[in-house]
């Protein structure tokens, strides 16, 4: 990044236009995963309202999220991610539910899993 930034610095003394990529701690372009979003709501209302967040996190790809035992509904956004996995067991494991990438609005974290049958998502994953 050092050469990146020394290089524009130099294109911009000559007059060329030149966008920097901004990094955020992890080293990790903020405009790549600015979007991603994971909310947390006690109720469905809550949630199509936006309104009283339990928990929200700007999730990393591959980071599982415990989905907290108060949490009703929940929201996600993947940004530029391609997969969203809602979980049946703690830490990303047990049953799976895919999700569509993107965004597919407020979900309740009751779902029917496969063919199994009803089951509450307790972590989720994006990547």
């Not at 130099?10 to 030149?18: C, E, N, S």
């Not at 405009?31 to 928990?55: G, M, V």
């Not at 700007?58 to 415990?66: F, L």
Request: glycine share 12%; net charge positive; hydrophobic share 35%.
């Amino acid at each position: 990044m050092k050469a990146y930034a020394l290089i524009s610095v130099a294109l911009l003394a000559v007059g060329v236009p030149v966008t920097l990529a901004q990094e955020d701690a992890g080293g990790e372009q903020l405009d790549t995963r600015a979007a991603q979003k994971f909310n947390q709501y006690a109720l469905y209302s809550d949630c199509r309202t936006d309104e009283h967040i339990l928990y929200h996190k700007a999730p990393r790809s591959g980071e599982c999220i415990k989905i907290d035992e108060k949490t009703g509904s929940f929201f996600y956004n993947t940004g530029g991610l391609k997969t969203a996995i809602g979980y049946t067991a703690e830490g990303c494991h047990g049953g799976k539910k895919f999700f569509p990438a993107g965004s597919d609005g407020c979900q309740p974290v009751t779902q029917r899993i496969g063919w199994t049958g009803i089951a509450k998502i307790k972590s989720f994953k994006m990547s």
